[in-house]
């Protein structure tokens, strides 16, 4: 190969021999379909997909499957989305996109955002695009929400009212997945999602704010959220709560090409022991975030980054968070470092913030204070290229 490491939409060459230049060859990164740009005898020449992380290149041909190397991807650019004002968001001041630089806290403005919003939350990258897409409330009163997009190339932003959206029928989920296409989590009846009403997960047209059914699930939940996209298996993954008791959890697994879910059922979860995040890394690998003793997880007590086994619900330790915590969310992975990224709140009293980044090759984390962080000027959410 003619790199080891790249970034999104960069071109690599596969260099053999007695490659066909008519054949339907497939090349694979980590699990991600690439778009394959030319090919002679000698070589292919293929650009690094949309979606895809560090991990194997599998080459595809005749339904033989073969890995020939391995690449690391660079996604090294963290954005926060910071409000000012109100504590809740819920005002007409200043928000903001900027971009964080993770070994200082400091941070840089990429684009204000000229809304009034109640809620901007589930934000998601597309890197085929190079912007930021989040769930926007328009009103307090739950009767219509928009994706708000903002192309970080020139700071611009755009709503994009989503169809179908009442007091009863809301999103309240985003993923992106394979070749860029954006799924919601949607649901219907009681606007906390706790009724027996159907809930779907859904193909959102980002031009119009249409949308398709991809699959209807068959859960009474009274939540399903931390979604997070497999793309080695095109299924979408989330924590799914079985009960109203906080007694057991599971992961919901939706498999996009059929529409199919499964639940599979969380080892060692209990009314104080539980969990409140999800992540994928390299190679496919499923972490969460888990805490140990009151259920909003403002002990002293344990808390933990474990790697899920997918198939079974069961949890290997990968770090141990020497932290007190009111708050540690908006988790996003690093492929280029391996590393863990979330939002950590230092005190109860929404006056300092830090990034919480955990190395998952050793289990070492750090805490960089974030800058410019006050009652009144707070981040809600993180996202990584």
Request: glycine share 8%.
């Amino acid at each position: 190969m003619s790199s080891s490491t790249g970034n999104i939409g960069d071109e690599i060459t596969i260099n053999g021999q007695n490659f066909n230049s008519n054949g339907n060859y497939i090349i694979q990164f980590n699990g991600v379909n690439g778009v394959i740009t030319e090919i002679t005898s000698t070589a292919i020449k293929v650009q690094i997909p949309s979606g895809a992380t560090s991990g194997d290149i599998v080459l595809v041909y005749n339904d033989i499957s073969t890995v020939i190397g391995s690449i690391t991807i660079n996604l090294n650019n963290l954005y926060g989305y910071k409000y000012f004002g109100n504590p809740s968001g819920d005002s007409s001041e200043q928000k903001q996109i900027v971009e964080i630089d993770k070994s200082n806290g400091t941070s840089q403005l990429v684009a204000s955002l000229n809304v009034n919003s109640t809620y901007f939350e589930n934000i998601v990258f597309d890197s085929s695009s190079n912007k930021i897409i989040g769930l926007y409330d328009v009103d307090d009163n739950n009767v219509s929400q928009s994706l708000l997009i903002i192309d970080l190339n020139n700071g611009n932003s755009q709503t994009v009212d989503l169809n179908n959206v009442s007091e009863n029928s809301r999103y309240s989920g985003l993923v992106v997945g394979n070749n860029s296409k954006i799924y919601g989590y949607k649901y219907y009846g009681n606007p906390s999602g706790n009724s027996s009403e159907q809930k779907q997960i859904v193909e959102i047209d980002k031009s119009n704010g249409t949308s398709q059914l991809v699959a209807t699930l068959n859960i009474n939940s009274t939540y399903f959220g931390n979604l997070v996209f497999d793309s080695s298996s095109n299924k979408i993954i989330g924590l799914y709560d079985v009960d109203d008791n906080n007694v057991s959890q599971s992961l919901l697994i939706v498999d996009l090409n059929n529409g199919n879910s499964q639940t599979v059922h969380l080892n060692n979860v209990s009314e104080n022991s539980r969990y409140s995040g999800l992540i994928v890394g390299n190679n496919s690998k499923l972490y969460g975030y888990k805490y140990y003793g009151t259920p909003s997880g403002d002990s002293s007590e344990q808390k933990q980054i474990v790697e899920i086994d997918k198939s079974n619900g069961t949890s290997q330790l990968v770090a141990t968070l020497n932290v007190i915590s009111t708050y540690f969310g908006n988790l996003v992975f690093d492929s280029s470092s391996n590393k863990i990224i979330g939002l950590y709140d230092v005190d109860d009293n929404n006056v300092s913030q830090s990034l919480l980044i955990v190395d998952l090759n050793n289990g070492n984390s750090q805490t960089v204070d974030l800058n410019n962080v006050s009652e009144n000027s707070r981040y809600s959410g993180l996202i990584n290229e």
